[in-house]
């Protein structure tokens, strides 16, 4: 997996009441009703519900002028071991539990899944606070393999395994394409199951299992084992999650071509060089970046 290094872009625009909520001088609903009582202006202009604001862009609220500056913001990305029963959804219409249940709260943003896992394949799911690496890796452009260990019932002649690795045509609902396994490995087995290690570039509905039935042949057990450079830790229960460590999370950035640090904006007050916003006596407290980021090896744990 590789990619050219990117250089980093201007930092863009995010809207005006995450910053100021990230900044500590609200909550995002709280300041959403300032800005509609015409509460904060932008450039000197009364700003709007939805309105995002930029580099540079001078905010002034009870009082007080603030600019916008641009930090590396502070993400944080989980290991998760998904069990089988679990969706890759924040809500299921019919009341399954979903993979998000067992997560920590995040200060501010939220978790992205990268790649799903429909709910009978157990094993690796990254979920990050930082949507810039997830669309990156799961975009086709970045050429981010995945690996799953598969149960077969049976076992595959050497024609069946040559024609995976050659590619076979799949039908998606939008037409057809080809598929294929980069690199498929014998992992044991006997009697009516055995294993295999294989390696995919894409991650389309039922991809895995849909090429095994191509060949007549069915899945028992799936189990993604690694997504890219990150790796399923052995010692990491089902059910469970592993925070990665900035190092972690860095390589896995650099791996896609972006920068090593996103960028993500922040406030600081007019006047009082340096000072960034914090909380005030009478305010509530907004949510503030996350200062702790997340192995795929290792780290802090949680779950069950």
């Known amino acids: 997996m590789s990619g050219t290094r990117r250089d ?16 500590g001088l609200g909550s995002r609903r709280a300041l959403e009703k300032h800005i509609a009582a015409g509460e904060v202006t932008v450039a000197g202009k009364v700003a709007g519900l939805g309105q995002n604001v930029t580099e540079g862009a001078v905010i002034a609220f009870a009082d007080r002028r603030y600019q916008v500056v641009g930090e590396a913001a502070q993400h944080r990305t989980l290991i998760y071991n998904k069990p089988e029963g679990e969706v890759t959804s924040r809500s299921d219409p019919e009341g399954r539990r979903t993979v998000f249940d067992r997560l920590p709260p995040v200060k501010d943003g939220r978790w992205v899944a990268i790649g799903r896992l429909d709910i009978n394949t157990t094993g690796l799911l990254i979920l990050t ?35 995976l690795r050659q590619g076979v045509e799949l039908e998606d609902g939008q037409g057809r394409f080809r598929a294929a396994f980069s690199d498929i490995q014998e992992a044991g087995g006997s009697g009516e199951n055995h294993w295999y290690h294989v390696t995919i570039m894409e991650g389309r509905n039922r991809e895995v299992r849909r090429l095994w039935e191509s060949q007549g042949l069915a899945v028992s057990r799936l189990k993604r084992v690694r997504y890219g450079g990150a790796f ?8 469970q999650w592993s925070e990665i460590s900035p190092r972690e999370h860095t390589v896995l950035r650099e791996d896609v071509g972006l920068p090593a640090a996103a960028q993500g904006l922040a406030l600081r007050e007019l006047g009082q060089p340096g000072k960034r916003p914090g909380k005030r006596p009478g305010r509530p407290q907004g949510k503030q970046a996350a200062k702790r980021r997340p192995p795929p090896r290792g780290g802090k744990r949680g779950g069950r």
């Open 232 to 239: 399923l830790p052995r010692r990491l229960r089902m059910g």
């Open 8 to 23: 980093a872009a201007a930092t863009p625009g995010e809207r005006l009441q995450k910053v100021m909520a990230a900044a």
């Open 129 to 163: 606070t930082d949507g810039e690496l997830a669309n990156a890796m799961m975009h086709p452009s970045s050429n981010v393999d995945r690996e799953y260990a598969c149960r077969i019932r049976g076992q595959a002649s050497a024609d069946q395994l040559e024609q």
